[in-house]
Structures are given as C-alpha cells and as structure tokens.
C-alpha cells in the first residue's frame, strides 16, 4: 500500500479531527461557543456564493418583433395542416 494513498490520508484526517474535538470538549460550555462560531465565521469568508448564471435564449440576439413574426408562422402552418385537426390534436 502506498504510504499517500486516499485510505491513510482520510484515517489521518479523521485521527486529527478526532483529537481536536477531544480539545474542544475538554473547554467551557462557553469558550466552545467562542470556537464554534470563529469556525462559522472564518468559513463563511471563504465560502463565496456562486453567482447565478442568466439563461440565454436561442432567440435572445433576436428582436421582439422578429420571435413574434416567427410564432406567428408557426401559428398560420399550424392552422393550416392537414394532418391536424381543429382542435390542434394530431390525426391518426
């Protein structure tokens, strides 16, 4: 077994945290708050929110008028198929 591998690297991790907790229970109910939320803290400045990705339309580099010419064909061939009935539901 290689002495890197992810197995003794998560045994040490667990074993550290393990004993740092030892160190954090042998403290005051209130200087284990103090510890709890300095942790909280100095995580929440290096957690970063993500920001949000807008969608993009496949019509977003299109003017309005140029989608709504658009769906008005897709309208007219609609109405106009033979294969469809007047309620707009395939035919067998």
Do not use: C
């Amino acid at each position: 077994m290689r002495p890197n591998s992810g197995y003794i690297l998560h045994l040490d991790m667990t074993t550290t945290a393990e004993k740092i907790l030892e160190q954090i229970r042998a403290l005051t109910p209130a200087e284990r708050l103090h510890v709890v939320e300095r942790i909280v803290h100095e995580m929440a400045d290096e957690v970063t929110p993500q920001p949000v990705a807008t969608a993009s339309s496949i019509w977003s580099d299109e003017s309005d008028a140029d989608f709504e010419t658009f769906q008005s064909s897709v309208q007219r061939l609609r109405a106009s198929d033979v294969w469809r009935t007047s309620n707009g539901k395939d035919t067998p």
